[in-house]
């Protein structure tokens, strides 16, 4: 599905060719990104019946932090931020725990990277080495000069992929950049669905000219993330996983209990401090 609306929508052919569709009863709303079988009806549309088992699905959280499905079978999450506005404390990890709640893999984006200073000095653009000693891939871009798109665009060729972040940081030039023919696009779904396409709650599909895909969807985690348990919290502390067998209770929060593998490993050195700070406060706000 390239766009979905409560009963209609645009699906693609395996060809590229875009169909209108509306959907059987039966088969419920799907989400942008869902794969789905189709019948082709008389009047040259189509009618969904039957959305095919989904890799994963991705949300954001509405004003009541419920968490609200806006999309299905990504790949990749990308993470958006910039020297300004600046990101708060714990912006990053709390993004990073979300999507690795979601099970898609998060990287970084460094974008107005023209802005920074060299070397960086405040946090969380002085801990790229932290992040990518970690294991995260972290990508400076710049929608007005040096160091362009680039390093983005090599890793988006041949995935479905979303950019998430503050509003301000710069995710709709990244778009319009990323996506050369982005009007054409826009203009070609509207006139199938017969909807305007400047919605502000519509999340739509675009094809890149390497193959991949990019979703664009209005604030996605700009307004904070979904309530989650405090296993959910330490399991998107990725050094934090092969630990916490080796606590001594098994529903350890690591936040100070005996025997504690992660708490040993912080005094060890072999888990950054900071981010078991970040962990300890993003914990004292979870449920
Ligand atoms: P969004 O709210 O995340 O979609 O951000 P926008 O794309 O609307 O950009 C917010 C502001 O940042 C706009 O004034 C853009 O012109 C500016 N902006 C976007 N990318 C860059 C960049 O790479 N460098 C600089 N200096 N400004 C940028
Ligand atoms: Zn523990």
Not at 26 to 50: H, K, M, N
Not at 250 to 278: F, K, L
Request: aromatic share 6%.
């Amino acid at each position: 599905m390239r766009v979905s609306y409560g009963n209609s929508g645009v699906a693609e052919l395996a060809d590229g060719t875009p169909v209108a569709c509306k959907y059987r009863r039966s088969v419920g709303r799907p989400y942008c990104g869902d794969r789905v079988l189709i019948e082709q009806l008389a009047d040259g549309s189509a009618l969904v019946t039957q959305v095919l088992p989904r890799r994963n699905v991705f949300a954001r959280a509405d004003a009541r932090q419920r968490k609200q499905v806006i999309a299905a079978n990504l790949d990749q999450v990308f993470i958006v931020i910039a020297p300004a506005p600046e990101p708060s404390r714990d912006l990053v990890e709390r993004y990073l725990v979300a999507a690795h709640d979601l099970g898609i893999t998060p990287l970084l984006v460094i974008n107005k990277a023209e802005l920074l200073a060299a070397p960086p000095v405040h946090p969380p653009f002085s801990r790229i080495d932290d992040y990518r000693a970690l294991g995260y891939r972290v990508l400076a871009a710049s929608t007005k000069g040096p160091p362009g798109i680039d390093a983005l665009l090599s890793h988006l060729d041949a995935r479905v992929s979303i950019l998430a972040g503050q509003s301000g940081v710069g995710k709709s030039s990244l778009v319009n950049a990323l996506v050369p023919d982005l009007d054409l696009q826009t203009g070609e779904l509207s006139r199938i669905t017969g909807k305007g396409t400047h919605t502000t709650t519509t999340t739509i599909m675009y094809r890149l000219p390497a193959g991949g895909r990019l979703l664009d969807s209005p604030g996605v985690w700009e307004f904070g993330l979904w309530q989650m348990s405090a296993a959910d919290l330490a399991d998107g502390f990725i050094e934090f996983r092969d630990l916490d067998a080796a606590c001594r209770f098994r529903d350890c929060r690591h936040a100070g209990e005996p025997g504690c593998a992660v708490r040993a490993a912080v005094e060890a050195g072999t888990i950054r401090r900071w981010r078991y700070q970040s962990y300890l406060r993003l914990l004292s706000q979870s449920r």
